[in-house]
């Protein structure tokens, strides 16, 4: 599954093998328990790409950032890039993952958020898993079973295949997200929500009020509000907040930074303000949940 893998500090971090087929291919699938080199191990690690677990066998639980995940069959699973993983395994775990790079749909669409329009992916507020009934898991493994057919006998036209079933597969589950998390499933919500979500993924450390973000969206803080609980249920501060203490809470749990430094990195002014803002989101301090791992 993984084609390699780098360091960041003690985590490690996999990335895609585009050329393991003879020639670019940003898609791929297979049995986790039969892919080299699949990390199972509970040492905390991430990916540079997209993936999609759908476990059929086995259980445990799985970690996703400070998401703990109960493995089981019909157990769905959302791992966006630079999410940090662990796996702690009870019995032998099966099932397929499905796993690509943003471009392999983005370029296609020509739209560079096109992955954020599912509510599963970038997800730092509700779940990032989906228990499928068996009759919704049994539709994705045939989507799945098709994609792994397709791969195993390339042709010219088959990224546009590839592409089609991974479209289907995405657009079901995000239905199925929707309906589980009480979530807006339209994935054609105005675009601004959008643009949101992805500027604050790249600004959240530097960017912690509504305006800044008002700045580069030219909306009114109206607009940003009804979207924002359109689609999540919370303002655009509240998202703001999720995301900052989601991205603290993972500091905490992998590294070894002391809270002043991990503050500062976040650029908040001093480290009381940052205890103070940990404590309101939480109910803890940021030394009290590190000592919870």
Not at 135 to 163: V, W
Request: charged letters at 20%; hydrophobic letters at 35%.
């Amino acid at each position: 599954m993984k084609a390699g893998e780098s360091s960041k500090g003690k985590m490690k971090t996999y990335h895609f093998l585009p050329n393991k087929y003879g020639r670019e291919l940003l898609l791929d699938i297979g049995r986790i328990e039969k892919l080299p080199n699949f990390n199972f191990g509970a040492e905390p690690h991430q990916l540079s790409f997209y993936d999609i677990l759908f476990i059929d066998k086995g259980n445990g639980y799985f970690m996703l950032d400070d998401n703990k995940i109960d493995l089981k069959p019909g157990t769905i699973i959302f791992t966006s890039p630079g999410h940090t993983r662990e796996w702690h395994i009870k019995k032998p775990i099966g099932g397929y993952a499905v796993f690509f790079e943003k471009d392999f749909l983005n370029l296609f669409f020509i739209d560079e958020l096109f992955l954020y329009r599912f509510g599963y992916f970038h997800q730092y507020r509700q779940p990032t898993s989906l228990l499928a009934t068996p009759s919704e898991f049994s539709t994705y493994l045939s989507i799945n079973s098709q994609i792994e057919a397709e791969i195993k006998d390339l042709q010219s036209d088959s990224a546009h295949l590839l592409r089609a079933l991974l479209y289907q597969l995405l657009v079901l589950l995000n239905r199925s997200y929707a309906k589980q998390n009480g979530l807006h499933s339209d994935t054609h919500i105005h675009p601004v929500f959008f643009r949101f979500r992805s500027l604050l993924e790249k600004n959240y450390s530097t960017h912690h009020r509504v305006v800044d973000y008002l700045r580069l969206l030219r909306i009114s803080p109206a607009q940003l509000n009804k979207f924002c609980r359109q689609y999540m249920g919370i303002t655009a501060q509240e998202m703001i907040h999720h995301k900052q203490v989601s991205e603290a809470k993972r500091l905490l749990r992998i590294t070894t930074d002391a809270v002043s430094e991990i503050a500062y990195r976040l650029n908040f002014s001093d480290p009381s303000n940052f205890n103070r803002f940990f404590r309101s989101i939480t109910g803890v301090s940021p030394q009290q949940y590190r000592q919870q791992f």
